[in-house]
Every structure is written in structure tokens, then in C-alpha cells.
């Protein structure tokens, strides 16, 4: 099947930059011990927050230092590179769904990032810090599947983003405010249950909290039974939602054809 060639083909891709692979881990490692320290300070000072203590702080920081490159959190401009050359012609002539193209090739790239780049960063948290794991084996599954879906939820944004360099001469603003988007509101900067309640019950129902902020609670089993399907069904109502939007904004796009350039 071609689209599991694409797959294999996006693992590939990315397992080819080694060295960049190194100093990634290095640095999302770096990192997570400069944000849990800073986390475990305030905790410290002022007692839990948010229904966080310790532990749940310092856990929630090294799961969401391995899932920046696994989710594809930022740097993904490729699709509007290739609008605003005008090489996305070529991606129009050929024999697969574009969409489902480039989805395929991301599904490579989020496994081989997942193994790569974030188990290290959260295994040598594991080690320096006392960190919280699921107590069922349900959890570990519902994990798993809240992660895909995170990864396709991200793909379906940032598709949408993309396509944007269709209309506009300099995509760099649109890519701007969905960085600053994926970083605050989606529960990577700090959780959403720090935010003010009604902010928080905001946040927590837009895409972006799909992509990062459920898996988590689901991770810490902040969200158990009914609350668990819910924040599933959220993840595959935005997986439906955006994918959906991708396409018909997609088919809108064909018919313009307008390319950046020429």
C-alpha cells in the first residue's frame, strides 16, 4: 500500500539526521530539568496548583519535553514552502491524496521522533526525579491511543496553517500565531488547570488541548471513566473536524491555484 510506503519513507527521513537527533535529546533534556525546577518551586512555595503536587509537576514536565518533536509542536512549514515555489503542482499531479500523503509521511516521523527524541528526555526524568506513572492497565492503552490522536490533531492544524500560503504573500504571521497557539493553549507552557477556571474550561475544549493537555491528564489518570471517553471523543471529534476543514479548504485551493511567484 502505497501510504505505508509514505510511512516507512517519513521514518527514514528523519532517522537520516542523526546528529540533529543528539543534540535534540540534549537539549529537550536540558530543558526539562530548567522547567521542573522551576515548577517544583513554585509548588513548593505556594502548595499545589491546579490539583498539580510535585510529582504530577515534574512528570507532566519530562512528558511534555518527549512529545515537542513526537507531536510536531513547532517547525513544520514544508507544505507552504513548496505552495509558495510553486512545486506543489508537482504534489497535485500525482496519483495519491495529497493530504493523506503527508499524513502518512508525519505518522513516520511522530514514531520515529516518539523512540528517538522522546522516550530519552522522559527516561533520564525518570531517574533524576520521583515521577508519577499509571496505576491500570487501561490507562497505559487509553495513553497510547490518546497520543495518536494527538499527533493527527496536531497534523490536521498545522495542514490548515500551511495552507494558508495560499493567500497570503508571507505565511511566517499565520505560522507566528499558531506557534504561539500550540505553546499556550494547548497546555505545553504550563497545564491548563493553572489558568483561571473559566479560561481553563476554554482552553481545554479547543483543538489544541488535544494535543497535549489530554494525553497528559489521561497520563496522570487526572481524567478516569466518563471523563476519560469524553476527552477521548474530544480528540477524535477535532481529528474528524480538522482533517475534514484540511480538505474541503484543500479543494478550494485547487481551484484557485494560485501559486506564490509565478
Given at each position: 500500500m502505497p501510504y505505508l510506503v509514505l510511512?516507512?519513507?517519513?521514518?527514514?527521513?528523519?532517522?537520516?539526521?542523526?546528529?540533529?537527533?543528539?543534540?535534540?535529546?540534549?537539549?529537550?533534556?536540558?530543558?526539562?530539568?530548567?522547567?521542573?525546577?522551576?515548577?517544583?518551586?513554585?509548588?513548593?512555595?505556594?502548595?499545589?496548583?491546579?490539583?498539580?503536587?510535585?510529582?504530577?509537576?515534574v512528570t507532566y514536565t519530562w512528558l511534555t519535553q518527549g512529545m515537542i518533536m513526537t507531536i510536531g509542536i513547532w517547525r513544520w512549514t514544508e507544505l507552504a514552502?513548496?505552495?509558495?515555489?510553486?512545486?506543489?503542482?508537482?504534489d497535485f499531479s500525482r496519483p495519491l491524496d495529497l493530504q493523506g500523503a503527508y499524513l502518512a509521511g508525519d505518522l513516520g516521523r511522530a514514531a520515529y521522533q516518539l523512540l528517538a527524541r522522546g522516550v530519552p528526555p522522559f527516561l533520564v526524568g525518570m531517574l533524576a526525579f520521583d515521577l508519577r506513572f499509571p496505576e491500570h492497565t487501561y490507562t497505559w492503552i487509553a495513553f497510547a491511543a490518546g497520543m495518536v490522536l494527538a499527533v493527527v490533531v496536531s497534523f490536521?492544524?498545522?495542514?490548515?496553517?500551511?495552507?494558508?500560503?495560499?493567500?497570503?504573500?508571507?505565511?511566517r504571521g499565520l505560522y507566528a500565531v499558531s506557534s504561539l497557539f500550540l505553546t499556550v493553549a494547548s497546555g505545553f507552557a504550563i497545564p491548563l488547570s493553572f489558568f483561571p477556571a473559566w479560561a481553563e474550561s476554554l482552553l481545554e475544549v479547543l483543538p489544541w488541548a488535544s494535543m497535549v493537555q489530554i494525553p497528559?491528564?489521561?497520563?496522570?489518570?487526572?481524567?478516569?471513566?466518563?471523563?476519560?471517553?469524553?476527552?477521548?471523543?474530544?480528540?477524535?471529534?477535532?481529528?474528524?473536524?480538522?482533517?475534514g476543514a484540511g480538505r474541503a479548504v484543500l479543494r478550494v485551493a485547487t481551484r484557485r491555484v494560485v501559486v506564490q511567484g509565478g
Amino acid at each position: 500500500m502505497p501510504y505505508l510506503v509514505l510511512v516507512r519513507a517519513g521514518w527514514r527521513r528523519w532517522s537520516a539526521y542523526r546528529a540533529a537527533t543528539v543534540a535534540g535529546v540534549i537539549t529537550n533534556t536540558a530543558f526539562g530539568f530548567i522547567r521542573a525546577a522551576v515548577l517544583m518551586a513554585a509548588i513548593n512555595t505556594a502548595g499545589p496548583i491546579g490539583g498539580y503536587d510535585t510529582a504530577d509537576a515534574v512528570t507532566y514536565t519530562w512528558l511534555t519535553q518527549g512529545m515537542i518533536m513526537t507531536i510536531g509542536i513547532w517547525r513544520w512549514t514544508e507544505l507552504a514552502v513548496r505552495i509558495q515555489s510553486g512545486d506543489i503542482v508537482t504534489d497535485f499531479s500525482r496519483p495519491l491524496d495529497l493530504q493523506g500523503a503527508y499524513l502518512a509521511g508525519d505518522l513516520g516521523r511522530a514514531a520515529y521522533q516518539l523512540l528517538a527524541r522522546g522516550v530519552p528526555p522522559f527516561l533520564v526524568g525518570m531517574l533524576a526525579f520521583d515521577l508519577r506513572f499509571p496505576e491500570h492497565t487501561y490507562t497505559w492503552i487509553a495513553f497510547a491511543a490518546g497520543m495518536v490522536l494527538a499527533v493527527v490533531v496536531s497534523f490536521g492544524m498545522r495542514f490548515l496553517v500551511n495552507l494558508g500560503a495560499f493567500w497570503v504573500l508571507d505565511f511566517r504571521g499565520l505560522y507566528a500565531v499558531s506557534s504561539l497557539f500550540l505553546t499556550v493553549a494547548s497546555g505545553f507552557a504550563i497545564p491548563l488547570s493553572f489558568f483561571p477556571a473559566w479560561a481553563e474550561s476554554l482552553l481545554e475544549v479547543l483543538p489544541w488541548a488535544s494535543m497535549v493537555q489530554i494525553p497528559i491528564d489521561v497520563f496522570l489518570e487526572q481524567r478516569t471513566g466518563a471523563a476519560l471517553a469524553r476527552g477521548l471523543a474530544l480528540q477524535v471529534f477535532w481529528v474528524a473536524a480538522l482533517l475534514g476543514a484540511g480538505r474541503a479548504v484543500l479543494r478550494v485551493a485547487t481551484r484557485r491555484v494560485v501559486v506564490q511567484g509565478g
